[in-house]
C-alpha cells in the first residue's frame, strides 16, 4: 500500500538533492571547472604544438590554435565530445605506453606517438586515427589562416584594412 509523502518527506529528499547537484556538480565548484578547463587547454597545446612545434617562427600554440579549437568546442557539444574523446584515448595510450600523460611527453614522444596511433591497425585505436586525421586538417586550417600562418608564408591580404564596402557612397581620396 502506498504512502502519501508528507510535506517533511519531500523537503528532506528535495534538500538531499540538491545538494547532491551541487557537491557533484562542477559548475557549483569554479575552482574544479577552472582546473579542467586548464588541464584541457594544456592537453590541446600539447596536440597543437606536436603538430605545429614552435622554431625560429610561431608555431601554433603562438597562433592561438588550442583557444580556437577550445572556444569552437564551448559552442558546439559533438565537437566537445569528440575532442574530448580524442584527447582521453591520446592520454591513455600515452599512459599505456609511458607512464605519463600525453601533454606531459616530449615533442619527439609526442610525435612517436600520434604515428603509432595514426599508423596502427589496431581497431580500439581505429576512431583515435580518425579523430588525429580530422585534427590535423582543422589545426593547419586554422594556422595557415591565422596572422602568424599568413607572416610564415610572407601573405598578406589584398586591403590592409579590410574589404572594400561596396555598398557605402564612394570616398574622393585626398
Given amino acids: 500500500m502506498k504512502q502519501a509523502i508528507t510535506r517533511r518527506a519531500f523537503l528532506y529528499r528535495f534538500g538531499l538533492g540538491v545538494t547532491g547537484y551541487g557537491v557533484f556538480n562542477p559548475i557549483g565548484r569554479p575552482a574544479f571547472a577552472e582546473q579542467n578547463r586548464d588541464m584541457t587547454y594544456a592537453r590541446l597545446d600539447a596536440l597543437v604544438d606536436t603538430f605545429i612545434p614552435r622554431d625560429e617562427e610561431p608555431g601554433g600554440v603562438d597562433a592561438g590554435i588550442s583557444h580556437l579549437l577550445a572556444s569552437m568546442a564551448e559552442t ?39 604515428n603509432h596511433v595514426f599508423v596502427s591497425q589496431d581497431e580500439d585505436l581505429r576512431e583515435a586515427r580518425t579523430g588525429i586525421q580530422l585534427i590535423r586538417d582543422d589545426i593547419f586550417t586554422a594556422f595557415y589562416l591565422s596572422e602568424a600562418g599568413m607572416g610564415l608564408l610572407d601573405y598578406h591580404p589584398p586591403f590592409p584594412l579590410g574589404y572594400l564596402d561596396y555598398a557605402a557612397p564612394v570616398v574622393e581620396a585626398p
Avoid at 574523446?85 to 606531459?104: I, T
Wanted: charged share 35%.
Fill in 76 to 114: 558546439n557539444p559533438s565537437l566537445k565530445h569528440y575532442l574530448s574523446a580524442l584527447l582521453d584515448r591520446l592520454d591513455e595510450e600515452s599512459n599505456r605506453r609511458h607512464g605519463q600523460m600525453f601533454s606531459e611527453q616530449p615533442l619527439d614522444e609526442r610525435e612517436r606517438l600520434l
